[in-house]
Nanobody
Framework: QVLVVESGGGLVQAGDSLRLSCAASGHFRGTLSMGWFRQAPGKEREFVAALGWNGGLTTYADFVKGRFTIGRDNAENTAYLRMGDLKPEDTAVYYC????????????????????WGQGTQVTVSS
């Protein structure tokens, strides 16, 4: 069982930056790949970014390239999402996800690639 907890959402203005954090814990071995998705009201949950299990692989959705950065936080099985130049269309609930233990596939960009999900954190960008 993997527990995923994210934090760091909030209300910001267009052009501002925000940093989300995520940690996965539980009874498992090894390091997990981590991902961020988002879901705006009335829309499907969409992929934002993913970080490979070794911390060296990253992949991004086209709409965030150059603005968002994913990386390892201060420990294994953690991830941050640093969001810059935020736009009103970035408003959504952001979800952190963790891969299944011992799954070393890459890239991971689909919801089904991840086995555990956090509760989500709201990010609201005002114009």
């Amino acid at each position: 069982q993997v527990l995923v907890v994210e934090s760091g959402g909030g209300l910001v203005q267009a052009g501002d930056s925000l940093r989300l954090s995520c940690a996965a814990s539980g009874h498992f071995r090894g390091t997990l790949s981590m991902g961020w998705f988002r879901q705006a009201p009335g829309k499907e949950r969409e992929f934002v970014a993913a970080l490979g299990w070794n911390g060296g692989l990253t992949t991004y959705a086209d709409f965030v390239k150059g603005r968002f950065t994913i990386g390892r936080d201060n420990a294994e099985n953690t991830a941050y999402l640093r969001m810059g130049d935020l736009k009103p269309e970035d408003t959504a609930v952001y979800y952190c996800a963790a891969s299944r233990p011992m799954d070393f596939g890459w890239p991971l960009t689909q919801k089904g690639d991840f086995g555990s999900w956090g509760q989500g954190t709201q990010v609201t960008v005002s114009s």
